[in-house]
């Protein structure tokens, strides 16, 4: 079984300024690990993946994120916000040898963008 | 359209009775899934399935039915809906490593 963190539940931020979004993860088995966002009253879109590879993952908008293996953390970061981010972000895993992709989440973190 | 699709978007019901929640994907993605979104929470997984007539449970699965006839429609079922399904609920389908959601169901238990 697997288990998300998100350790800060509202993350407020001035436009421009630099976020960061923190996220640890529990897991006996490896895992795939992902960053969603999601914009007032609609689904979830994805920002970006964590499969292999190179531990520094770029997402869309803007958005990176780190994988820390020795940490068990991925967490989200962006150099420059605008109004336009002012969502709520989550923070999910997926076992990495299963079929399909059951995704376990974090608690979500909501970002406010004030001008 | 491609995509998927949820309907309704909102639903305002009454303890004990039955209601379905609908969830229509065009890809022909093996796996569909269904999540519940609570404050805190984040998404909780209550039922997966595999492929048409392959179901199974997940994180909280119980007071929900599922069925899955055809690859690309995936109900929902409420038996008997309590306060405590009072939620926002979500589809989503995919295969092995990216899963694309609808817009969500609203539903109030009242």
């Known amino acids: 079984a697997q288990s998300v963190t998100q350790l800060d539940s509202q993350v407020p931020v001035f436009e421009e300024a630099p976020v960061e979004l923190r996220c640890n993860y529990s897991s006996s088995v490896s895992v795939y690990l992902f960053w969603y966002v999601q914009y007032p009253n609609q689904g979830l879109q994805l920002l970006l993946k964590y499969l292999s590879g190179s531990t520094l993952v770029k997402g869309i908008n803007g958005f990176e994120a780190e994988f820390n293996k020795s940490q068990t953390s991925f967490h989200l970061r962006k150099p420059s916000v605008h109004i336009s981010d002012t969502a709520e972000y989550f923070c999910?895993?997926?076992?990495?040898?299963?079929?399909?992709?059951?995704?376990?989440f974090g608690g979500g973190t909501r970002v406010l963008v004030k001008p | 359209d491609a995509g998927i699709t949820q309907s309704p978007r909102y639903k305002i019901t009454e303890t004990g009775r039955q209601v379905t929640l609908m969830c229509h994907q065009t890809w022909s993605h093996s796996y569909m899934f269904w999540y519940r979104q609570d404050l805190g929470h984040g998404l909780r997984l209550i039922y997966y399935s595999a492929a048409a007539d392959i179901t199974d449970k997940g994180e909280v699965p119980d007071g929900y039915v599922v069925s899955r006839s055809k690859t690309e429609n995936f109900p929902l079922t409420l038996e008997s809906a309590t306060r405590s399904q009072t939620s926002v609920y979500f589809c989503?389908?995919?295969?092995?490593?990216?899963?694309?959601f609808g817009q969500g169901t609203r539903l109030t238990v009242v």
């Open positions: 999910a895993v997926s076992e990495r040898r299963a079929a399909g992709n059951k995704l376990t």
């Open positions: 989503a389908s995919g295969e092995n490593t990216e899963a694309f």
